[in-house]
């Protein structure tokens, strides 16, 4: 019997267009994750109110406001970059909550192709692609390009960072050097934390050169890194002033805390985390094997991981707690590229397939059936509080908040502003928003019933609305 040819050929192209290390096909593929990950990045864009970290990106940034006057707020927040390019997106599509989550979007978007580059320069085009494929289904890279803060373009700019910081040492070429130069500046105006990957950096550099033995490939580095230096040497008083902060929210660590970042980085999908954790294990066999020379860029994620990680720890032991798992956005593109060569260490070709198949149902499958992230309610919700106050108020009571800045972005187009709550001075009948801890709402409404009655409440998730009447 002969077989039939057609068939034969088509299953031949199913089959390569499947294999990631297909030179002629990575970019189709790739291009393909850039789709489903915008799909997943844009669904339901506005489907909950921004919350309290928004709207700190949101209200200053208002087009209306000065450059001066963003980079002067972004002293109290973060450093101005990711601030500058909502204030400069702003201006061009529109001052909305849309656009702002858009502006967003775009930057994780990016960071899909980022990890790309960076997983084909550590190894290979396959090495590459598998990391895209993990990050377009990652449920924390999803949730932080569905928010308007600074986490997505961390993780942009900490891929490109060290894309072009392992070209420099592998190639030592001046473009990669420029182009690392660039994106760590930006990196280090994004979050304070890029100072963390810049030091990282260095350490691993003095690591590298000392195996590779080339002084002249150090003297440059060292020349672009304290260009570096020098071109951020303008925030530099903002940091010592931060640096005497004695107190801060975040707790200290626990020494299992990589373990509870690992889940959290994957929406606690215990499937997909069983089949990282074997890919964990085989690139640490492929690491240690005794009949390879390790390569160096395996050397440099790794440390890219310890050092990101335990820098923060460690100052978090002996002074301010300062690790916080969003924050470690900036070693999420490490794990995934560590990943993805452990699945290459897996040998048969049709396993392979079935590997990535599982993670990305398995995936799916959590963020729309198990968690339900695209219709669950998890952020406070100041636009709708704000909607049925301002649809009630129909005499046009006066509305107090003690967070009356934050609630300000949602009555702005009304004819009355949000006030600042003092006790001292409230009318015989106001209306009262509220979003801040459960006890802490208590106690503001508890302090309130002493002289006043609740004739209207109204409870969103995280978010109230009363309106009072004198006793």
């Known amino acids: 019997m002969v077989a039939n040819p057609t068939v034969k050929t088509s299953d031949h192209r199913l089959t390569t267009f499947l294999d990631f290390s297909v030179s002629r096909n990575s970019w189709w593929v790739l291009l393909l994750l850039v789709l489903i990950g915008t799909g ?75 990890v790309y580059l960076l997983g084909r320069a550590v190894k290979n085009q396959e ?9 377009t289904v990652n449920y924390y890279h999803i949730y932080y390009s569905q928010d308007v803060r600074f986490y997505g373009l ?19 070429g001046w473009t990669d050097y420029l182009f690392y130069f660039v994106c760590t500046t930006l990196l280090l105006y994004t979050h304070y934390y890029g100072i963390i990957i810049f030091v990282s950096q260095a350490a691993i550099l003095l690591a590298v050169s000392i195996r590779k033995k080339k002084a002249r490939s150090l003297f440059v580095s060292l020349a672009v ?15 010592l002033q931060d640096s005497k902060i004695q107190s801060f929210w975040i707790e200290k660590p626990t020494l299992y805390f990589v373990v509870t970042y690992l889940l959290e980085y994957m929406g606690r999908d215990y499937i997909s985390c069983t089949l990282f954790l074997a890919m964990g294990v085989l690139f640490i066999r492929n690491w240690l094997s005794p009949d390879k ?11 890219w991981i310890l050092f990101s990680y335990g820098i923060p720890f460690v100052w978090s032991l002996v002074d301010t707690p300062l690790l916080y798992v969003r924050y470690t956005m900036v070693t999420l593109p490490a794990w995934l590229v560590l990943l993805a060569i452990g699945y290459q260490g897996i040998q048969q070709r049709n396993l392979k397939y079935a590997v990535i198949a599982i993670i990305f149902i398995s995936s799916i499958a959590n963020l729309t059936l198990r968690i339900n992230y695209y219709s669950r309610i998890e952020k406070a919700q100041y636009r709708q509080v704000s909607a049925l106050v301002q649809k009630a108020n129909t005499t046009s009571l006066p509305v107090y908040s003690s967070s009356s800045w934050h609630w300000n972005f949602y009555f702005q187009n009304m004819g009355y502003r949000v006030q600042q709550l003092t006790l001292d001075t409230l009318p015989d009948r106001f209306w009262l928003v509220q979003s801040h801890s459960h006890q802490e709402m208590i106690k503001e409404v508890n302090e309130l019933l002493r002289h006043f009655n609740i004739r209207e409440r109204h409870e969103f998730h995280q978010a109230n609305a009363l309106l009072f009447t004198k006793k």
């Open 293 to 303: 020379k390790t390569p160096l860029e395996y050397l440099v994620v790794v440390l």
């Open 40 to 114: 997943l990045r844009l669904y339901n864009l506005t489907y909950q109110s921004l919350w309290y970290d928004e709207l700190h990106s949101m209200i200053p940034t208002n087009p209306e406001n000065t450059i001066l006057a963003v980079i002067e707020y972004a002293k109290t927040d973060q450093p101005p970059l990711f601030f500058i390019y909502l204030h400069t997106f702003f201006k061009f599509f529109g001052y909305t909550e849309f656009n702002g989550r858009l502006a967003s979007a775009i930057v994780g978007i990016l960071g899909i192709p980022a």
């Open 154 to 172: 961390l993780f942009l700019l900490s891929c490109l960072s060290f894309l072009f910081f392992i070209r420099a040492i592998k190639t030592e």
């Open 127 to 135: 090495t590459g692609l598998a990391a895209a494929l993990f990050t």
């Open 225 to 239: 890194g304290l260009g570096v230096a020098i071109c951020y040497a303008p925030w530099l008083p903002t940091v």
